[in-house]
């Protein structure tokens, strides 16, 4: 079965830290973009970052650039996420998921049940 | 960055009857490469996003076929024929022609 499983999340203080993981199952981890998008409370969905299948690229929306970092340990199948200097309106559920290009036509198949982030 | 604009925001339907959800793009999101890089998903209550269509008009498999998209440039739509009690929740549009991948604001559809 294909499973993404994501930990991590807490309450933090603003100016905080805080690192999400990850982890794949049931799919060739290192074949593919992989995604976090966040949802904070009561609103909608919001895109985070993207990174390559080999980490040889990043790309990050501007309100997290900076401050976060993605990146993958394809040995061990996990995506993680590296959330530096946190402020209040970085509080959401974090989701991973899987970003399928090529002849998948750059969708977001596969989601994780998401991890919460609240910064206070 | 690409706004995605969704109406209604809301939408109350008695099961059996049609639903209807627009979205639209400001800009075009046809590729040079011939493809529409537009997707629908839908996130039940408590529950992560799901994918339902991609690029436009294929579902994927295990989404039922009284969901379909069209549309093409910067207007789409997503249909559903009728409407079921499970099909409840929030359904969102979204581009990746370009950084950053955005999402439409969604549409909460509910049963009357």
């Known amino acids: 079965e294909v499973q993404l499983v994501e930990s991590g999340g807490d309450l933090v203080q603003p100016g905080g830290s805080l690192r999400l993981s990850c982890a794949a199952s049931?799919?060739?981890?290192?074949?593919?973009?992989m995604s976090w998008v966040r949802q904070a409370p009561g609103k909608g969905l919001e895109w985070v970052a993207n990174?390559?299948?080999?980490?040889?690229?990043?790309y990050y929306v501007d309100s997290v650039k900076g401050r976060f970092t993605i990146s993958r340990d394809n040995a061990k199948n996990s995506l993680y996420l590296q959330m530096n200097s946190l402020r209040a309106e970085d509080t959401a559920v974090y989701y991973c998921?899987?970003?399928?290009?090529?002849?998948?036509?750059?969708?977001?198949?596969?989601w994780g049940q998401g991890t919460t982030v609240t910064v206070s | 960055d690409i706004v995605m604009t969704q109406t209604p925001l809301s939408l109350s339907v008695t099961p059996g009857q049609p639903a209807s959800i627009s979205c639209k793009s400001s800009?075009?999101?046809?590729?040079?490469?011939?493809?529409?890089?537009l997707f629908w998903f839908l996130q039940k209550p408590g529950q992560p996003p799901q994918l339902l269509i991609y690029?436009?008009?294929n579902r994927l498999s295990a989404v039922p076929d009284r969901f379909s998209g069209s549309g093409s440039g910067t207007d789409f739509t997503l249909k559903i024929s009728r409407v079921e009690a499970e099909d409840v929740g929030v359904y969102y549009c979204?581009?990746?022609?370009?950084?950053?991948?955005?999402f439409g604001g969604g549409t909460k559809v509910e049963i009357k």
């Open positions: 998921a899987r970003y399928c290009t090529g002849d998948c036509l750059r969708r977001m198949d596969v």
């Open positions: 049931g799919f060739t981890f290192s074949s593919f973009w």
């Open positions: 990174i390559q299948p080999d980490a040889s690229e990043e």
């Open positions: 800009q075009s999101l046809m590729h040079s490469d011939g493809k529409t890089y």
């Open positions: 690029a436009v008009s």
């Open positions: 979204m581009q990746s022609i370009r950084r950053p991948l955005t």
